[in-house]
T-cell receptor
């Protein structure tokens, strides 16, 4: 089955810096790659996603890039703010299946 | 109400009790999921229901029993749990087509404590 590796497990940045979280996946049949943000005590929420027919997608300060050849995808957050502090999960799903396989999460800490 | 609603938000139960967690989605999705989230652990998939049929059961102990009476409702029946079952139980839903899934919408979760 699909395996998703996520790095780093913890990331500390200063406010205004950029943050990058990387994930790799194992199944070349995967075609959908969402990212979720989970603030302390709250539900995971979808923040951005990308499908395998697109190499990059941007939404304001957040962008996701996908390299199908290398089987990795990354989340980029620019001009970080303290409210970006949360756990971020990447995920992947194989075409034809409904199940997402999640990475282990990255705790992002943005210091003022 | 829109989105995915889970009840109760918090539950404390003894090891000999029987309780049920409820999830309801108002998004018209056709797939629903139960996940377990423990401290410092990744999201663990427990059960998947697609078009009201259970399609996946990730070696979950029989003390957890899911039920999906229709596409909008999902239950997780609990009995004779162990303290290590204490965790946040998250329900999610998505729209599944033959090509794959949409993004998941999660409920707020039930914080379960087994004493």
């Amino acid at each position: 089955g699909e395996n998703v590796e996520q790095h780093p497990s913890t990331l500390s940045v200063q406010e205004g810096d950029s943050a990058v979280i990387k994930c790799t996946y194992s199944d070349s049949a995967s075609n959908y790659f969402p990212w979720y943000k989970q603030e302390l005590g709250k539900r995971p929420q979808l923040i951005i996603d990308i499908r395998s027919n697109v190499g990059e997608k941007k939404d304001q300060r957040i962008a996701v890039t996908l390299n199908k050849t290398a089987k990795h995808f990354s989340l980029h957050i620019t001009e970080t703010q303290p409210e970006d502090s949360a756990v971020y999960f990447c995920a992947a799903s194989v075409a034809g299946y409904s199940t997402l396989t999640f990475g282990k999460g990255t705790m992002l800490l943005v210091s003022p | 109400e829109t989105g995915v609603t889970q009840t109760p938000r918090h539950l404390v139960m003894g090891m000999t009790n029987k309780k049920s967690l409820k999830c309801e989605q108002h998004l018209g999705h056709n797939a629903m999921y139960w996940y377990k989230q423990s401290a410092k652990k990744p999201l663990e998939l427990m059960f998947v229901y697609s078009l009201e049929e259970r399609v996946e059961n990730n070696s979950v102990p029989s003390r957890f029993s899911p039920e999906c009476p229709n596409s909008s409702h999902l239950f997780l029946h609990l009995h004779t749990l162990q303290p290590e079952d204490s965790a946040l139980y998250l329900c999610a839903s998505s729209q599944f087509t033959g090509l794959g899934t949409s993004g998941y919408t999660f409920g707020s979760g039930t914080r379960l404590t087994v004493v």
